[in-house]
């Protein structure tokens, strides 16, 4: 199958730093990526569909300006998470969408926010 | 899939048995839906999928079931083994919707 990679796998942020973590498909193109949040022992939960060439699309109660989003090219999008709190602290996951809709994930980054 | 709760459900099996796990999910217009297993501390693996012109899909070892009319999705697992030890959750994209909507998952674990 294809495969997504992330990085970085785990960062510790003091708060109020900033945090840029990378999605990248490394084997196919993808002109649309999602990110996820997923809390210990929870769901994934959509954050925002990433779309190459354009502005990202927020799902409600996310912060678009606390969670920038950057899909420069098709083989990769960022998530910036700015002014970082304690709260901040999840695992985030991206995944990359294939013409047969079928989203393939990457392994996740651990963020803890101190 | 529904919305997501604190508390993770919990199924736990002999080695060797099946192991049935389901998933409800609340958008009707949803037309394919994923089965994904999650390792602790990794991303989602995906295992199976179907659309919703089906009502069964067979892999190795795997069976997913749609019944659409009650918007429930089962996932089947023959002969279970240690790795199938894992959380699974069910996924569903439709509606409009480009980004998947995870059901709550279910903590799989294989008694010796």
């Not at chain 1, 945090?19 to 996820?36: G, H, P």
């Not at chain 2, 199924?11 to 217009?29: F, M, R």
Request: glycine content about 8%.
């Amino acid at each position: 199958g294809a495969v997504v990679s992330q990085h970085p796998s785990w960062v510790i942020c003091k708060s109020g730093t900033s945090v840029k973590i990378e999605c990248r498909s490394l084997d196919f193109q993808a002109t649309t990526m999602f990110w996820y949040r997923q809390f210990p022992k929870q769901s994934l939960m959509l954050m925002a569909t990433s779309n190459e060439g354009s502005k990202a699309t927020y799902e409600q109660g996310v912060e678009k300006d606390k969670f920038l989003i950057n899909h420069a090219s098709l083989t990769l999008s960022t998530l910036t998470v700015t002014s970082a709190h304690p709260e901040d602290s999840s695992f985030y996951i991206c995944s990359a969408a294939a013409p047969s809709d079928e989203q393939y994930f990457g392994p996740g980054t651990r963020l803890t926010v101190t | 899939g529904e919305s997501v709760g604190l508390h993770l459900p919990t199924l736990s099996v002999q080695e060797g048995d099946n192991s049935i796990i389901n998933c409800a999910y609340s958008n009707s217009a949803s037309d394919y839906f994923i089965w994904y297993k999650q390792e602790s501390g990794k991303g989602p693996q995906f295992i199976i999928d179907i659309r919703s012109n089906m009502d069964k899909r067979q892999g190795q070892r795997v069976t997913v079931l749609l019944n659409k009319t009650v918007k429930h999705l089962s996932l089947q697992i023959a002969a279970t083994q240690p790795g199938d030890s894992a959380v699974y959750f069910c996924a569903d994209l439709g509606g409009g919707a480009d980004g998947l909507t995870f059901g709550k998952g279910t903590h799989l674990i294989i008694q010796p």
